[in-house]
Nanobody
């Protein structure tokens, strides 16, 4: 079992920045990768970013590449998502997820999820 708790969401003006945190507990030693997903109003949940267990490999959705950065601090069992140059279309509930097995992609295959944290970007 892996437990995930997101934090750091809030209200920010367009062009601003936020850093989300995901604190993991439980059997974190078995985590293959950590991912960030989001679901905007009236939209389906979409992949945002991911990082391998070792932190040496990352992946990003085209919509956030160059603006968002995912990182990992294994000593603190925490994954971060730094979001710069935020746009109103980034408004969504952001979820942290843990992937415990290899499936050939970072986009699918996550079996543990956090409760989500709201990010609202005003124009």
């Amino acid at each position: 079992q892996v437990q995930l708790v997101e934090s750091g969401g809030g209200l920010v003006q367009a062009g601003g920045s936020l850093r989300l945190s995901c604190a993991a507990s439980g059997r974190t030693f078995s985590t293959y990768a950590m991912g960030w997903f989001r679901q905007g109003p009236g939209k389906e949940r979409e992949f945002v970013a991911a990082i391998s267990w070792s932190g040496d490999s990352t992946d990003y959705a085209d919509s956030v590449k160059g603006r968002f950065t995912v990182s990992r601090d294994n000593a603190k069992n925490t994954v971060y998502l730094r979001m710069n140059s935020l746009k109103p279309e980034d408004t969504a509930v952001y979820y942290c997820a843990a992937k415990t097995y290899y499936s050939g992609t970072y986009v699918y295959g996550y079996d543990y999820w956090g409760q989500g944290t709201q990010v609202t970007v005003s124009s």
